[in-house]
């Protein structure tokens, strides 16, 4: 019976319930895939790019919580996992990475392909570490695992070519890893002050991310007996949205509702597992109380009145029956009022403008919402897509929403999709991709036809790097450069043998989502939408008017007149679409 290192490797992954490794095969790794081969029991998705690997990985990590992985062969191959690496790392999604090197002997030697693989994954990790000799094994690879399972993040494991081919060590021995996370309970004299303040607070307000994805049902009683409104984080949305009738929506770039208000008119601001990294729509005149898992996290946002080092539903649990019943209800139905009428004029888009050409695209993600399965898994792309998902993909108690959220990157939402459908083999999984992240790992369209994996890919083709263009004109910059000439998407798609659909009126998005979400196979969706589509954050201000008009005033001087004439028509298109509907 094979007993190489690679045969161990193989072995300890299925000890560890790993089920895939995300990959593209090479000859460094050749004694793995070979071990892959006669084991049988962990499988081999091949991707098309080892970047789309890895963000795979992590998506599967962060929607099922278990230890997943993948693998890259000796340098360029190491080198396209960074990017997905980096994102799983800042999600906290426990992710192995099997980094292939070159033959020990030739490490620094400037041998083909070399590079130095335990340097270049330090920052997006919380272990990694080369193996130089078999008897390294069985620890350098357990400490990897553990570090990834309970710090959650990445871990990676080195593995030149000729050491994974060596006999393992005759004692090597599996080492039991530990999967369940503890709770942490704070003190009795933390929870005191914690009541202390939301008792003595007349105007509370709860601001949820997630930290907090297992409280639901306890950050809904607290905001029940404290009567306040919950805003939330882009990534706590799914976990709180449903069932909540306090929620006021996001803050932030992307936010909607009225979050921003709620948090800074009232007079204690709880956070709740949230690491909101922007912190200048944080208030600075409140009270602020903070409660996380990750003590690092307490207070490097803002100044802190109290933080607690806890497991926010375990702190949650502890406190409510010191928490006071509170029955002014002023604050939080004039704020849940405001609430509905952002609501009521967000929805104009899809009401009322939603039906006119060109497409808006905010009638494109409530129709998906309304159509798409109550358990669908959603993957957004870094950009606009963003904006949509958080402000028109409903969030039920089953649904799922992730995406490059902490680390920002583009042409995620492909990728990651991958990873969730392998997950979740009988649960919808829909990618909305924006085109210019879409493009980036178009390639991996292939990997959807070649394990005939049944996504959803929603693209929204408005030709343009929309969110880079909306940032420029805000700065204070013309836009230059971001425009895309794109194809069909949709004959692409079918070229490569998956259903394509286009949709060019908004009148046939109906007719259009269903026959692809029908489909039981991989459908791509190509909507044409409005470049000039705006979105406004929930609390704009001055300096990005002044920055749109000054990008204007420098691309007349540039003698971009008639483009600046089609920017400003469009623009007022849509604000007076808006005003005449609201």
Same mark, same amino acid.
């Given at each position: 019976?094979?007993?190489?290192?690679?045969?161990?490797?193989?072995?300890?992954?299925?000890?560890?319930?790993?089920?895939?490794?995300?990959?593209?095969?090479?000859?460094?790794?050749?004694?793995?895939?070979? +071990?892959?081969?006669?084991?049988?029991?962990?499988?081999?998705?091949?991707?098309?790019?080892?970047?789309?690997?890895?963000?795979?990985?992590?998506?599967?990590?962060?929607?099922?919580?278990?230890?997943? +992985?993948?693998?890259?062969?000796?340098?360029?191959?190491?080198?396209?996992?960074?990017?997905?690496?980096?994102?799983?790392?800042?999600?906290?999604?426990?992710?192995?990475?099997?980094?292939?090197?070159? $033959?020990?002997?030739?490490?620094?030697?400037?041998?083909?392909?070399?590079?130095?693989? &335990?340097?270049?994954? #330090?920052?997006? %990790?919380?272990?990694?570490?080369?193996?130089?000799?078999?008897?390294?094994?069985?620890?350098?690879?357990?400490? +990897?695992? &553990?570090?990834?399972?309970?710090?959650?993040?990445?871990?990676?494991?080195?593995?030149? /070519?000729?050491?994974?081919?060596?006999?393992?060590?005759?004692?090597?021995? %599996?080492?039991?890893?530990?999967?369940?996370?503890?709770?942490?309970?704070?003190?009795?004299?933390?929870?005191? !002050?914690?009541?202390?303040?939301?008792?003595?607070?007349?105007?509370?307000?709860?601001?949820?991310?997630?930290?907090?994805?297992?409280?639901?049902?306890?950050?809904?009683?607290?905001?029940?007996?404290?009567?306040?409104?919950?805003?939330?984080?882009?990534? /706590?949305? $799914?976990?709180?949205?449903?069932?909540?009738?306090?929620?006021?929506?996001?803050?932030?770039?992307?936010?909607? /509702?009225?979050?921003?208000?709620?948090?800074?008119?009232?007079?204690?601001?709880?956070?709740?597992?949230?690491?909101?990294?922007?912190?200048?729509?944080?208030?600075?005149?409140?009270?602020?109380? #903070?409660?996380?898992?990750?003590?690092?996290?307490?207070?490097?946002?803002?100044?802190?009145?109290?933080?607690?080092?806890?497991?926010? !539903?375990?702190?949650?649990?502890?406190?409510?029956?010191?928490?006071?019943?509170?029955?002014?209800?002023?604050?939080?139905?004039?704020?849940?009022?405001?609430?509905?009428?952002?609501?009521?004029?967000?929805?104009?888009?899809?009401?009322?403008?939603?039906? !006119?050409?060109?497409?808006?695209?905010?009638?494109? +993600?409530?129709?998906?919402?309304?159509?798409?399965?109550?358990?669908?898994?959603?993957?957004?792309?870094?950009?606009?897509?963003?904006?949509?998902?958080?402000?028109?993909?409903?969030?039920?108690?089953?649904?799922?929403?992730?995406? %490059?959220?902490?680390?920002?990157?583009?042409?995620?939402?492909?990728?990651?999709?991958?990873?969730?459908?392998?997950?979740?083999?009988?649960?919808?999984?829909?990618?909305?991709?924006?085109?210019?992240?879409?493009?980036?790992?178009?390639?991996?369209?292939?990997?959807?036809?070649?394990?005939?994996? $049944?996504?959803?890919?929603?693209?929204?083709?408005?030709?343009?790097?929309?969110?880079?263009?909306?940032?420029?004109?805000?700065?204070?910059?013309?836009?230059? #450069?971001?425009?895309?000439?794109?194809?069909?998407?949709?004959?692409?798609?079918?070229?490569?043998?998956?259903?394509?659909?286009?949709?060019?009126?908004?009148?046939?998005?109906?007719?259009?989502?269903?026959?692809?979400? #029908?489909?039981?196979?991989?459908?791509?969706?190509?909507?044409?939408?409005?470049?000039?589509?705006?979105?406004?954050?929930?609390?704009?201000?001055?300096?990005?008017?002044?920055?749109?008009?000054?990008?204007?005033?420098?691309?007349?001087?540039?003698?971009?007149?008639?483009?600046?004439?089609?920017?400003?028509?469009?623009?007022?298109?849509?604000?007076?679409?808006?005003?005449?509907?609201?």
């Amino acid at each position: 019976m094979p007993h190489r290192i690679a045969d161990a490797l193989v072995s300890r992954l299925v000890e560890a319930g790993v089920e895939r490794i995300y990959g593209v095969v090479g000859d460094s790794l050749n004694p793995v895939t070979d +071990a892959l081969r006669l084991n049988n029991k962990v499988k081999w998705v091949h991707v098309r790019n080892e970047e789309a690997g890895a963000f795979a990985a992590g998506a599967e990590a962060q929607l099922t919580g278990k230890l997943a +992985a993948c693998a890259g062969s000796c340098g360029p191959g190491n080198l396209h996992l960074i990017n997905g690496l980096f994102d799983a790392h800042r999600s906290n999604a426990p992710v192995l990475a099997i980094a292939s090197h070159i $033959p020990s002997s030739e490490i620094g030697t400037g041998y083909f392909q070399e590079t130095h693989p &335990q340097n270049l994954f #330090q920052e997006c %990790s919380h272990y990694c570490e080369l193996i130089s000799n078999p008897a390294q094994f069985e620890r350098v690879l357990h400490i +990897a695992m &553990q570090s990834a399972i309970g710090k959650g993040g990445v871990g990676v494991v080195v593995l030149p /070519g000729d050491i994974v081919g060596m006999d393992a060590p005759a004692q090597a021995a %599996s080492r039991s890893l530990v999967t369940q996370r503890p709770t942490i309970r704070p003190g009795e004299k933390d929870l005191a !002050r914690l009541a202390d303040l939301i008792n003595s607070a007349k105007k509370v307000a709860l601001f949820c991310g997630i930290g907090f994805e297992n409280a639901h049902d306890e950050v809904v009683a607290l905001a029940e007996k404290v009567k306040a409104p919950v805003g939330h984080t882009y990534r /706590g949305k $799914p976990f709180i949205e449903y069932n909540n009738p306090y929620d006021v929506g996001m803050t932030g770039m992307i936010g909607f /509702g009225m979050a921003y208000e709620a948090i800074h008119e009232c007079d204690l601001l709880l956070l709740l597992g949230t690491d909101f990294p922007y912190d200048k729509f944080l208030p600075t005149n409140t009270k602020i109380a #903070q409660i996380d898992i990750r003590v690092e996290r307490l207070g490097r946002r803002s100044k802190l009145d109290l933080g607690i080092w806890g497991d926010v !539903r375990e702190t949650l649990q502890a406190v409510l029956p010191m928490v006071n019943q509170k029955s002014d209800r002023n604050f939080l139905d004039t704020t849940l009022d405001k609430h509905k009428e952002k609501l009521r004029k967000m929805n104009v888009y899809v009401d009322h403008i939603g039906k !006119r050409l060109p497409m808006h695209p905010e009638p494109v +993600a409530a129709t998906l919402s309304e159509l798409a399965a109550p358990d669908a898994i959603f993957t957004a792309d870094t950009g606009m897509c963003n904006v949509w998902s958080a402000r028109y993909i409903k969030a039920t108690k089953n649904r799922r929403l992730i995406g %490059s959220f902490n680390h920002g990157s583009m042409a995620n939402a492909l990728a990651q999709s991958i990873g969730a459908q392998c997950a979740y083999p009988g649960r919808q999984v829909i990618a909305m991709c924006g085109d210019g992240g879409f493009a980036m790992l178009m390639g991996d369209l292939l990997t959807l036809t070649q394990y005939d994996l $049944p996504i959803k890919v929603l693209v929204f083709n408005n030709s343009a790097l929309g969110m880079v263009k909306l940032e420029m004109e805000t700065g204070g910059f013309p836009d230059y #450069q971001t425009d895309l000439k794109n194809p069909n998407f949709a004959k692409l798609a079918e070229a490569v043998g998956m259903m394509g659909v286009r949709i060019e009126n908004p009148a046939d998005l109906t007719s259009g989502f269903k026959k692809a979400l #029908q489909h039981p196979g991989p459908a791509l969706i190509d909507v044409v939408t409005d470049p000039n589509a705006l979105s406004i954050p929930s609390h704009a201000d001055k300096s990005q008017a002044v920055g749109f008009a000054l990008a204007l005033g420098k691309m007349v001087l540039a003698g971009n007149l008639e483009e600046v004439v089609d920017t400003i028509k469009g623009n007022i298109r849509h604000v007076g679409e808006s005003l005449e509907s609201i």
